[in-house]
């Protein structure tokens, strides 16, 4: 008999627990003498039919997270409680959405201008400003956010300084500016760094060299923010254009937090002076291990995908790995909302017995690493999904959905949404993304990098009430993973069951040999490793040789699971990189044959031990 999970249903509203939870973020405090403290939201959207704002240039977004960064580093500061509440900015569609998504309406909108001119006309929070030049100094705006984060400053431009503070004393007003009597008029911050003078004619290099010698002990964990190299089309991988605009989303919470930003192409090219520097940022001994890296490392687009994105691989020491963030926005506000105080509450999955007469599959939907995705395309598959559901039960088949730990404490709302929605639809379940923890190739971690890295997951896996994870490793990694590292989980049994992505994905996994699984016994639980099947959709355009099975139709995806061998225990990784959508599954799902049975990750745990408990392997 494998283990059963419950859970009671919902009782209420699934909006219910998200209202409980954002009252700790909508309402941070009730300050003195006045009413509770609500949310601002900063409009630096494009101009549109129902916005004025015009949107934020490049220089203007960079202050404005900046000040959302420091405003929202702490709750009820002087500069919230001067605006009226925490700070959130809109930057696209998606951050609309999520205001809906959990009831949020803002007591106010602030055109960008009127909201830097209160941040920097609040002295106790925001102590000075950092003067750049945006066009020669673009490649260093990572370093920049990280250099506002420990100097509790803000990166202005010369103009956006004279815009802000004309002359004649105070910030410039603006017709939505708050205008608060009782409190005196302060004097715009001082100049209290002067980039453009002592970092003239530096590189990104030596920036950030010069951060790591003097700023790094001030830091938590590092962030990789591309400033403007168009990396996919280049045709010097080395050498890409710098032809973009940079993507400043995640500035805020690189200032809220601390994070160590930067960007060097070449950073994991052995033999380069970025790699050697690298290599020193690895082994600084201010971050935990495993190293969190976040934004993005899309340096070395090579066939048709990047190379470090996983971090593992780019030094020596083995010990990165990657919290994809890149574009994802307002984590400086979504993590004023405590960590949930007890694990997530997932939808039911009862035992399932094993019948040899049945194909039994799982079907996960992948890219939950990745926060940005979380942010935007899956949210939207989400309420896809639910509308689905409503209109008909019968076709609500269970659904896994990939889904980070992170959000536990940069967006704990979001996972509170993301729940409830699966409680909405009864069908919904959830598990760890690669490799759990964060993003990378975990059998490359030196032995004491591997177990922080167990231990951390493990506990991801508690908070979210889940068993399995999806993990990546090289393809010429598998049997030292199996013999190494994946035991390691079967110590304390949380996590049971792993399905595992290979690099490059089109080649088989030896290992495995013809069956879906295998199952690793030597400690105190067996843990089951499920063999590689990763499905991208019918898109084959670009795609790499020998990569044709994980291009199906849905007809031929369903037409494979079909002609599976009766009593197979197997599962479908669903990723987007050919186009792959929520109709491409049920599609598929619409086209399977009465004798397969979809079924959730941890009954598919389950159901390969029933199965090799009868001597099958």
Same mark, same amino acid.
Do not use: H
């Given at each position: 008999m494998g283990q059963q999970r419950t859970a009671p249903r919902a009782t209420s509203a699934p909006v219910l627990s998200v209202l409980l939870a954002m009252s700790a973020l909508c309402v941070v405090c009730v300050c003195a003498g006045g009413p509770p403290q609500s949310v601002v939201a900063v409009d630096c959207r494009a101009s549109t039919s129902s916005s004025s704002a015009g949107g934020c240039d490049s220089p203007t977004a960079l202050a404005v997270q900046a000040c959302a960064g420091l405003m929202n580093r702490t709750p009820n500061n002087t500069l919230a409680r001067a605006i009226g509440g925490a700070c959130y900015v809109l930057n696209d569609d998606a951050d609309s959405d999520w205001l809906d998504n959990l009831e949020i309406v803002p007591i106010k909108t602030l055109r960008p201008k009127d909201f830097l001119s209160?941040?920097? =006309? *609040?002295?106790?929070? +925001?102590?000075? &400003? %950092?003067?750049? *030049?945006?066009?020669?100094?673009?490649? %260093?705006? @990572?370093?920049? !956010?990280? !250099?506002?984060? /420990?100097?509790?400053?803000?990166?202005?431009?010369e103009a956006l300084v004279r815009a802000l503070t004309p002359p004649g004393g105070g910030a410039a007003a603006g017709p939505q500016q708050p205008q608060h009597p009782q409190q005196p008029q302060q004097p715009p911050p001082p100049l209290i760094f002067d980039a453009v003078e002592k970092f003239d004619g530096w590189s990104a290099h030596d920036v950030t060299a010069y951060m790591l010698a003097t700023h790094a002990h001030a830091c938590t964990t590092l962030a990789m923010m591309n400033p403007g190299y168009d990396t996919t089309h280049a045709a010097r991988a080395w050498e890409p254009p710098f032809t973009l605009a940079p993507n400043l989303a995640l500035g805020d919470y690189v200032v809220k937090a601390r994070l160590f930003a930067f960007y060097m192409v070449n950073a994991c090219i052995v033999g380069t002076k970025e790699h050697a520097l690298m290599k020193q940022i690895a082994a600084d001994k201010t971050?935990?291990?495993? /190293?969190? +890296?976040?934004?993005y490392n899309d340096a070395w687009f090579v066939a048709g995908g990047f190379l470090f994105e996983a971090q593992t691989t780019c030094v020596p020491g083995h010990n990165l790995g990657a919290v994809a963030s890149a574009g994802t926005s307002n984590l400086s506000f979504f993590s004023l909302a405590p960590p949930p105080a007890a694990p997530l509450a997932p939808n039911p999955d009862p035992h399932v017995p094993f019948n040899a007469s049945r194909t039994y599959v799982a079907l996960i939907v992948g890219d939950g690493d990745n926060l940005e995705y979380l942010q935007h395309t899956r949210m939207q598959w989400m309420r896809d999904r639910v509308g689905r559901c409503a209109a008909d039960a019968a076709t609500c088949f269970p659904l896994v959905w990939s889904i980070s730990g992170h959000p536990l404490y940069v967006a704990p709302p979001w996972l509170q949404w993301y729940y409830a929605q699966a409680r909405a639809t009864g069908r919904d379940y959830f598990t760890l993304p690669p490799m759990g923890y964060v993003m990378s190739y975990p059998s490359m971690f030196p032995a004491d990098v591997q177990a922080a890295a167990v231990a951390a997951l493990e506990e991801q896996a508690r908070m979210l009430a889940v068993d399995t994870t999806v993990s990546w490793e090289w393809f010429y990694d598998w049997a030292r993973g199996f013999s190494h590292y994946y035991p390691r989980y079967g110590a304390a049994g949380l996590v049971r069951g792993v399905f595992a992505v290979n690099v490059p994905f089109m080649l088989p996994v030896l290992e495995f040999g013809r069956e879906s699984y295998k199952v690793l016994h030597g400690a105190a639980h067996? +843990? +089951?490793?499920?063999? @590689?099947?990763?499905w991208?959709?019918? *898109?084959?355009?670009?795609?790499?040789? !020998? =990569?044709?099975? *994980? &291009?199906l139709t849905p007809t031929e995806m369903a037409a494979e699971l079909n002609t599976d061998p009766r009593g197979t225990v197997t599962h479908i990784y669903l990723t987007s990189d050919g186009g792959a959508s929520l109709d491409t599954l049920y599609d598929m799902v619409g086209a399977l044959d009465e004798h397969v049975s979809i079924v959730s990750t941890h009954q598919l745990v389950d159901l390969a031990l029933q199965r090799s408990a009868t001597g099958v392997q």
């Open positions: 209160a941040c920097l =006309s *609040n002295g106790q929070v +925001v102590k000075g &400003y %950092i003067k750049y *030049n945006y066009t020669a100094q673009q490649k %260093i705006l @990572p370093n920049l !956010l990280t !250099l506002a984060a /420990v100097l509790d400053a803000v990166p202005l431009e971050w935990s291990r495993p /190293v969190r +890296v976040f934004g067996p +843990v +089951v490793m499920f063999r @590689p099947r990763e991208r959709g019918s *898109n084959s355009t670009g795609a790499p040789p !020998l =990569s044709k099975a *994980n &291009y």
